[in-house]
């Protein structure tokens, strides 16, 4: 007669463990594309979130303003931006709600909450790569 101790524990033979399989929801992400959330969610701290904000500027200005106008520096919530003449001091100044709000949608509320201008000289700058 076999004891109970002899008898086995399980009944299904023995597999290695392995993950299961995940669905796959769609092209992997771009690390580009990851280090922007990732960055985003951290906040960022000095010169990390001034690189940030200063591409997300040039990104939501367009054209014509990235050109004639070049981003300075980040004190708190405040962007900096230094401009080639006064007319454009105004111009940026008018258009201040709009800016802000397309940095808001890009960096997240509280980032960047205030614009100001300083006249001075903007050197021209290259072409932003194609994202």
């Known amino acids: ?12 033979p023995w597999k290695p463990w392995r993950p299961k399989h995940r669905e796959h929801l769609g ?19 000095g010169r990390a979130l001034e690189f940030r904000v200063f591409e997300a500027y ?4 367009g054209e014509l303003l990235r ?10 919530t ?8 006064s007319a454009l001091a105004h111009e940026v100044t008018l258009m201040r709600g709009e800016i802000l709000a397309k940095l808001t949608a890009e960096l ?5 909450t205030e614009l100001r201008t300083r006249v001075g000289k903007v050197e ?3 072409e932003l790569p194609p994202r």
């Open 27 to 45: 092209p992997p992400e771009t690390t580009n594309a990851l280090m922007g959330q990732v960055l985003a969610r951290l906040g960022g701290q």
């Open 58 to 61: 040039a990104r939501v200005v």
């Open 67 to 76: 050109t004639r106008t070049l981003p300075e520096r980040v004190a708190g």
């Open 78 to 85: 405040t962007l900096f931006v230094r401009v080639g003449s």
């Open 124 to 126: 021209p700058r290259r």
């Open 108 to 112: 997240g509320a509280g980032t960047i």
């Open 1 to 12: 007669m076999a004891k109970e101790s002899d008898k086995p524990k399980y009944d299904k």
